[in-house]
T-cell receptor, first 113, second 116 residues
């Protein structure tokens, strides 16, 4: 079955620093989704990537999908306390021939002043 | 108003009790999902439904049942709650493929369930 591994599991950065979170799949990704979760709350959709080499940005967050479509990275530039939370990557699971998403275990980000 | 709502938001119950978690959506989506989230394990799929008559088990359905009362409502039941079902539960909805949307899942705010 397809698995998603995220790294690092947790990250503590000083405000203003850049950071990168990675999501690696054991199989080809047909759709890769990035979500942000504030502690104990629901998930907020950030971006979706489908094509190899695709890159999308929203405010200070940039997500990329590699050419082989097995790894995605989420990059935050000049981090702020509002970026703190849990970042989850999710992917479509084509082996089921359905539209279920599977998720990585998440990366917990803390940003201190 | 939120697109996906869940009730209750928090619940403490005792072992052996039956409990129902409810989810409602105003997105008009046919597809609805129930996940649980545990620390270090990410989100795991419990059940999913593509329409009122189509309900499917996810990867961790044992101990749970669901009911799709209408397109907009999808309930999750724990027939006899046990402590290891203590978790954060999320409901989600999604457009079917080919609708031209970003095809993202829309999540509810979650229900924090504690089984003592």
């Amino acid at each position: 079955s397809q698995e998603l591994e995220q790294s690092p599991q947790s990250l503590i950065v000083q405000e203003g620093k850049n950071l990168t979170i990675n999501c690696t799949s054991s199989k080809t990704l047909y759709g890769l989704y990035w979500y942000k979760q504030k502690y104990g709350e629901g998930l907020i959709f950030l971006m979706m990537l489908q094509k190899g080499g695709e890159e999308k940005s929203h405010e200070k967050i940039t997500a990329k999908l590699d050419e082989k479509k097995q790894q995605s990275s989420l990059h935050i530039t000049a981090s702020q306390p509002s970026h703190a939370g849990i970042y989850l990557c999710g992917a479509d699971s084509p082996q089921y021939n359905t539209d279920k998403l599977i998720f990585g275990t998440g990366t917990r980000l803390q940003v201190f002043p | 108003d939120a697109d996906v709502t869940q009730t209750p938001r928090n619940r403490i119950t005792k072992t052996g009790k039956r409990i129902m978690l409810e989810c409602s959506q105003t997105k008009g989506h046919d597809r609805m999902y129930w996940y649980r989230q545990d620390p270090g394990l990410g989100l795991r799929l419990i059940y999913y439904s593509f329409d009122v008559k189509d309900i499917n088990k996810g990867e961790i359905s044992d101990g749970y049942s669901v009911s799709r009362q209408a397109q907009a409502k999808f309930s999750l039941s724990l027939e006899s709650a046990i402590p290891n079902q203590t978790a954060l539960y999320f409901c989600a909805t999604r457009d079917p493929p080919g609708t031209g949307s970003s095809y993202e899942q829309y999540f509810g705010p979650g229900t924090r369930l504690t089984v003592t």
